[in-house]
């Protein structure tokens, strides 16, 4: 499955951001989709993911700020990010996690102003 996110930008710290992810096939039978990030000389984290029965798990820098979503019609997986801080920035990579393997998509850039 090839995973395209979007939605990434430029904010000011506290401002609100919302990334998209769609997915190439139906992600109906994917058991976990979520959101990784990379800050610039750090090593990839997890952020949030969401299981097909709805439920999340957050990082906890991102709990009551980020909220994901998913929507296996539109096979799209989202992330709402608000009362964002510097500290968020990074690029953040869209995760699909499912007996078949594990997929990336390319990644987008969020950068929070202080």
């Known amino acids: 499955v090839q995973l395209q996110a979007s939605g990434g930008g430029l904010v000011e710290a506290g401002g609100s951001l919302r990334l998209s992810c769609v997915a190439s096939r139906s992600i109906s039978g994917i058991a976990y989709m979520g959101w990784y990030r990379q800050a610039p000389g750090q090593e990839r984290e997890f952020v949030a993911h969401v299981m097909n029965g709805g439920t999340t798990h957050y990082e906890d820098s991102v709990k009551g700020r980020f909220t994901i979503s998913r929507d296996n019609a539109k096979n799209t997986v989202y992330l709402q990010m608000n009362s964002l801080k510097p500290e968020d920035t990074a690029v953040y990579y869209c995760?699909?996690?499912?007996?078949?393997?594990?997929?990336w998509g390319k990644g987008t850039q969020v950068t929070v102003s202080s």
């Open positions: 995760n699909a996690n499912s007996i078949a393997g594990i997929y």
